[in-house]
Structures are given as C-alpha cells and as structure tokens.
C-alpha cells in the first residue's frame, strides 16, 4: 500500500493541548510543515474568534474540522434550547474559521444541573439526537457548514455519546438529509465487524465521509478517557482502515487526535508534533 | 412490569470471587435462599472438580452455566490445538457439573508466548473464533453440551473477544448450527441500538437466548476490567431490557456476575448476595 501524502497530515489541537494554547500550536505546526489543524472550541474561545482566524491566515494554514458541537440529549426543553442556541454560535465559528465541516459529538443520556446521569431512557436520548442534528442541520444547511456525526466508542455511550456505530450514524445522514456526513475516528470504530461496509455506505456518491481521525487502540488501555496511543503504538491496523476509507472515495485530512494524560501530553510538545508527522507517514 | 421471580436468581461465583472460596460461596447461597450459580473454572480447580460437584449437589444447587471456555485465536497452529484440547476438557468439566450451557469467551487478537497482543489481523482473529467454535462443537454437540457465545463489550475486542455484538453472534450460529447459543450480558450489550431486533432473533424457535447476565454500567467507569456496579447503581435500564428477553421467549435464570475490585470486592460477601437478592427483586 502506498504510503499516505504528507500533506493530507492534520494535527488536531487536543493532542498538544495540556502543552500549548492555540496561538503555540499553530507556530509549531507552520514550523514543522503541517499545513493542517482542527482547533477545539475551548482553545479558539481562549485566544480569541477573530485572533485565531487571523493567526490560522498568517500562518497559512487550513482546517480540517472544528471540535465541536452536539450533546444534544437534555433534561428539559429549556436546557435543550440553549444547547441549540449554543450550537447555532458554534457553526458561526466554524465558519467563521473556515472549517469543512463541525464536528458533533452528540450527547449521551440526559444530565441533571449538577452533570450526572439522570435518565436511563438510552432510545429517548437517541431520539433527542435525532431531533437536535434535524434542527441544527436548519440553521447550518443555508449556512454551509456541513455537520459530522462522529460515532464515539460505545464505552462512551452512557455520558459522551450515544451514537456508537457508523450504522446508526449512516441511518440518522438516510433519516435528515444533505449537509449531514460522518467522522470517522479509528479509535471509536476499529472493533466494528461491520465497519468496510458502513464506510463503503457512507463512501461514492453519498459523500459522507467529512473526517477521519488517527490514533491508536493500546492493550492494555488505563483510562477510559485519557489513555489514547500513538498511530503505531496500539493494535489498530491502520493501513486496512485507511484503505477501506480509500476505496471509498475519500482524499481528505488524516486529523491525529491523541488524548493521552499520562504520556503523549506530558511530552515536549515539538517531539509530539514530529512524532506525528513520522508515524503518519510510517505506520498509517 | 412484574417483579422478576426470586427463584431465577443465580450468582456468578466471580461476584464474590475476592473474598471467598467455591466451598463457602456454595454454602452462603444456599444459607441465603439462592438457588442457582454459575461457577469459574478456576475456582472449581482450587476446590477439585469431585468435590464440587458434591458440593454443589448436597447444598441443592443447580448451575446457570459455566465460565468459562473460549479463546480461540492463536499465533501458531500448536498453541490452537492446545486450546481446543483445554477447551474439550472444559466441556468435560461442565458436563460433570450439570451445567445448561458452556460460556465461550472467544478471545481477542493472537497473543505471543508472553501474553502481548502479536496481531493487528481482527478479520483473521474472527476467522479463527468462527473455526474453533466449529471444532469444538464437533466435541460439545454429541456430548450433549451447549456452547453460549458471550458478545462482550467493543472495549475487549483486543484482549479479550473479538465478538462484540449480539449481531455478530448470531450471524456464528447461523453459520455453525445447533448446539451453539449465545449469553446475554448487559454489561456488555446494553449500548446496541440493534439490541432488542438481535434478541429477537436469538429467541422463539431459534433457541439461542442460553444466558442472561446482569450487573451494572457505572458513570464514570474507572477501570476496563474491574469496575462493574450492582444493579441499580448505574444507567441500565434493566427492566426493558429483561422484557425484551421475556418477549423472545427467555425464561431461563438471572446470573448476577460483577467485578469490582474497589467496591463490592471489598465488601462483607454475606452484604453482597443479600445486596444481590434485594437489587434483583427491586431494580431488575
């Protein structure tokens, strides 16, 4: 298999966030020849809208997404409507920035006031997802900002995200229609018997496939949240994926996207950057 | 929705594994009115198969299956003929324990000699699973003995089992035939939008529905392994999940099996099954 084109390489910002604020980030990047990021909404509201904007331009650089919008599922119509309100302003940004596509996560089951679960009704959250993707697609679809579903790992089912499978994100872009399309994050769907199939589906003239995301699966893993590898580290046959993604049509951005507390974030962040740059090139 | 009956409780010995032996497990079921286990083959060994079979007999205790065989992929073809071999032994095993079923763990990605992940082959690791379950049939079929796959969660599809949806399981039963069933583990199925329609399938006359497991999805999970919760204490909704079983058919036990090392491992083991008793009556 080919190796993968240098310049398809993205840094998303999370990887070096415990490091670098944003305007760091995109210095070190510009330095290193990665002409690509997908800042988090956090890092961009630090800098500032109109400072990021700017900083991106000089720098020359592009996005390959926006992270993020969604957590749609709420405990009440009011708190549902600020979480749209909320996502409405978050597409402003991404356009503002220039980003192909927002990426959502979409909620897990509703919370209380205080962030705890308060609702085992894991259909009705699927439903409030659905209803909330169909009511942002009506302010982001004039707009022209796409939207990805990014299925998260079913681990995070209960408290991130309850859209777990490419098949159900595929079902919910056949259900709402254009503008809508999928991230495709290896780490969430690299145990999916069928995922050749949901990304060939949501591949060709269904042009869905909006991102994909690189890092790797470690064994063992130590934290649910916080313990992602680096592309080569884990057990995740990346060429295969890449290769199905391919096949599919897709020539987009290879976002690295690396949560990684005890590791990756306690690195000098230049190495983290050169890392990536090495094992993109290596071992996706 | 009525209250599940109290007699279709059984304890998985792994509940109280860390505090107590299988002789002792034995007897606190019994002292407290439960009827059923589901015992490790591990423990069984430390006890001796004879004795507990006697044991198991003279407390009036009968068996909700037994955990566990399984592992199946291998890096060579000794190291596989090994495991059918331990696996056939197993069946022997469950066979003098009276057991209704074998749970079949499947395994994850080929290991090397040292136990580290030497694999990233997941299509491989699954062709394998789907050939050692079919020769091991060929030994469990004529003895009389039925095989139940455990999907278990995406989160130990490299490490521990590469079947990781009801889905998938009973795309292997239609595969390989009679014999062969599945054990339903919320812990481990509970996120699947496809869930109910699999249950479905796997009940009525297709006869699949061998198990049915119970315990809890904690928020936040902090380990992979070892951080399960009683029932009640997390965010499945265990009664519709029972009524999906109960509508395909199931009528069979109610196997309570949590690992938890910092919390109910810890505990009185008496504390534990009454827990237990008391969860199944009000929250299951």
């Keep these: 298999m080919r190796e993968p084109d240098p310049n ?7 990887t070096v ?24 909404r956090d890092q961009v509201a630090a800098t500032g809208l109109k400072e990021s904007v700017q900083r991106i331009k000089d720098a020359g650089l592009a996005l390959s997404g926006y992270c993020r919008g969604g957590m749609f599922p709420a405990i009440d119509g009011k708190t549902r409507r600020a979480a749209l309100d909320d996502n409405k302003r978050t597409v402003d940004e991404a356009l503002a920035l220039g980003a192909p596509c927002l990426v959502l996560v979409v909620g897990g089951l509703p919370k209380d006031e205080r962030g705890r679960v308060a609702s085992k009704d894991l259909i009705g959250a699927r439903a409030m997802v659905r209803d909330g993707i169909g009511e942002l697609l009506e302010y982001a679809r004039p707009s022209g900002m796409p939207l990805a579903i990014e ?19 595929n079902d919910l872009c056949d259900e709402l229609g254009g503008g809508l399309g999928i991230a495709v994050d290896v780490y969430h ?8 199939r949901e990304i060939e589906r949501a591949g060709g003239h269904s042009g869905r496939l909006m991102a994909y995301h690189l890092c790797d699966w470690l064994v063992p893993t130590k934290d649910l949240l916080l313990d992602r590898g680096m592309m080569g580290d884990g057990v995740v046959d990346l060429p295969r994926i890449r290769g199905w993604m391919e096949a599919a049509g897709y020539r987009g951005p290879h976002e690295v996207e690396i949560f990684s507390a005890n590791d990756w974030w306690k690195r000098d962040p230049d190495e983290v950057l050169a890392t990536c740059v090495e094992r993109h090139r290596s071992v996706c």
């Design 8 to 14: 398809l390489l993205s840094i998303n910002t999370a």
């Design 151 to 169: 299925p998260l790992h079913p681990m995070y089912a209960a408290d991130r995200a309850c859209v777990n499978t490419m098949s159900h994100a």
């Design 189 to 196: 769907v690299w145990w999916d018997p069928q995922l050749e």
């Design 17 to 40: 966030r415990a490091q670098w604020q944003l305007p760091e980030i995109i210095a070190g990047c510009a330095r290193r020849g990665i002409r690509m990021i997908s800042p988090w």
